[in-house]
């Protein structure tokens, strides 16, 4: 007998294979909770059918559906490295539900997957609860999803997730670049750090150049480098939605990867400039502790990188001083960033974002 047949088991099975279906279905039950109070009254049944329904109620004349598809990248490896899942979660729908308010949609529904080499239910558990105080904060529902045990394809305490969401608006308040006007006012609103991009290079330049350990005291960060690293991405989305209500908003550019400068191109229509001005802000430490430790261009910082803010929003001149103090009053830091001129090629795709002047402090 050769020594790969001794090392087969006398029956085959799933478990055998690597898939635990019993420990898939206690994370079922361990997330049954964070499901349902990630909820909303328009979700009909509950958490175990094979699909999620959820009743489009409300007196909307003409309702389009919005739908908005992303992950969370290579923080997902600070994450794992730290064995920290319980805060992931809240960047994945951050990724996803900043996206559909850009247009102006509210955010309705969410359904995650979660692809992993080995289930275990209790790190199953944590990224749900993630995930579902992240749709807490957005208001919307999570409305199911998937988890995929992968043996042999991805190592066992590995794993990546995505979401997808749905969002309504109503077909007259859509916002986009077209309403995009000379002499609007844009608006930054503060990150709360990295959020969910430039983690690969924020990887290579502080733990495999810098050595930097995870888990320990940054003087320049006031805390250790992995829970700088692990910061949860901040949720707009009522805030956003919130300011529709209260002022005249044209669009927002939600800033991910690429950066400010053109994150916001992609919402401004041909013949319009966005003067923006880096005197108006200082990027918190992390961004400065990159650029240092790695020699990072300030170019290279700003295709990468946030540098400190999360969303942005463009609004009729008039209403500056009553949009900023609907964001005041709900927390968000938010200034003034710079203003919409006319200018550029019409014959462009979009319209040009630049950035000006020097940061007070970098």
């Excluded at 899942?85 to 949609?105: N, P, S």
């Excluded at 733990?207 to 700088?228: A, F, I, K, N, Q």
Aim: glycine residues 12%; proline residues 4%.
């Amino acid at each position: 007998m050769s020594k790969s047949e001794s090392a087969r088991p006398k029956k085959a099975s799933y478990a055998a294979a690597g898939v635990d279906i019993d420990a898939g279905e206690r994370a079922v039950d361990l997330i049954a909770p964070h499901a349902k109070r990630a909820s909303r009254p328009e979700v009909l049944g509950g958490i175990g059918g094979f699909a999620g329904l959820f009743a489009l109620k409300g007196d909307y004349r003409e309702p389009l559906l919005a739908a908005s598809s992303d992950g969370v990248g290579t923080k997902l490896a600070v994450a794992q490295a730290l064995g920290k899942h319980d805060t992931i979660g809240r960047d994945l729908v951050a990724m996803v539900v900043d996206d559909l308010v850009v247009c102006g949609a509210e955010p309705l529904f969410l359904q995650d997957y979660i692809a992993i080499g080995k289930v275990v239910p209790e790190t199953i558990e944590e990224i749900v609860k993630g995930i579902a105080d992240g749709c807490v904060d957005a208001g919307c529902a999570l409305l199911g999803g998937e988890t995929a045990e992968h043996p042999g394809l991805m190592e066992d305490g590995h794993y990546d997730i995505s979401a997808t969401g749905v969002g309504v608006v109503e077909a007259d308040a859509v916002l986009s670049a077209d309403r995009v006007r000379p002499g609007d006012v844009v608006i930054a609103m503060g990150s709360s750090g990295l959020h969910s991009n430039g983690y690969s290079l924020a990887r290579k330049v502080l733990l495999d150049w810098g050595h930097m350990d995870l888990t320990g005291h940054v003087e320049e960060l006031d805390r250790t480098l992995g829970e700088e690293l692990l910061e949860p991405t901040r949720i707009y989305a009522r805030d956003c939605l919130a300011l529709i209500a209260e002022a005249d908003v044209r669009t927002f550019a939600h800033v991910t990867g690429g950066g400010l400068a053109d994150n916001l191109s992609r919402v401004l229509p041909p013949g319009v400039i966005a003067e923006l001005d880096r005197s108006t802000w200082t990027p918190a430490p992390i961004f400065a502790l990159i650029a240092q430790r790695g020699r990072v261009e300030r170019e290279e910082m700003e295709r990468t990188f946030n540098m400190g803010v999360g969303m942005v929003a463009i609004v009729a001149p008039e209403d500056t001083d009553r949009a900023q103090a609907v964001l005041t009053a709900r927390h968000v830091d938010n200034w003034v960033l710079g203003t919409i001129k006319a200018g550029g090629s019409r014959k462009a795709k979009t319209g040009v974002a630049t950035l000006d002047g020097e940061h007070p402090r970098f």
